[in-house]
């Protein structure tokens, strides 16, 4: 014996009226929790950066510009140029002296930035 619903699958198509929620609609709690995949040009732009430092072509200053660059190129517009200019300062300044991301930069490019 058990108890009513407890332990058996749903009904096809979702919870029924008393559920709230119709057959086959689409759940809103769901529907609020998609997450888009990253746009393609940036993370290719991440991909050609990081190769052109494998390359030798660029250091790992320059490779943390660009990485910086697009972490904040969707703020270009948004707030002002003061203000992009700091929150770069300010992610520039984490990479340099926050351990963890400082050996995680040491991991993915083998070094770490210069002091400066």
């Known amino acids: 014996m058990g108890?009513?619903?407890i332990g058996k699958p749903p009904p096809p198509g979702g919870l029924g009226p008393a559920g709230g929620v119709r057959?086959?609609?689409?759940?809103?709690?769901?529907e609020?929790?998609?997450?888009?995949?990253?746009?393609?040009?940036?993370?290719a732009a991440g991909t050609e950066a990081l190769s052109r430092l494998e390359r030798g072509e660029i250091s790992v200053d320059q490779y943390l510009d660009?990485?910086?660059?697009g972490a904040v190129a969707h703020l270009d517009g948004r707030i002002?140029?003061?203000q992009l200019e700091f929150v770069k300062t300010a992610l520039r300044d984490?990479?340099?002296t926050?351990?963890?991301?400082?050996?995680?930069?040491?991991?993915?490019?083998?070094?770490?930035?210069?002091?400066?």
């Open 98 to 116: 926050d351990p963890v991301l400082s050996e995680l930069v040491r991991r993915s490019t083998g070094s770490l930035p210069e002091d400066g």
């Open 94 to 96: 984490q990479l340099r």
């Open 66 to 69: 660009a990485k910086v660059e």
């Open 3 to 5: 108890i009513d619903g």
């Open 23 to 30: 057959p086959g609609a689409a759940s809103p709690v769901r």
């Open 32 to 43: 609020a929790f998609k997450v888009e995949r990253a746009a393609g040009p940036e993370k």
């Open 80 to 82: 002002s140029g003061e």
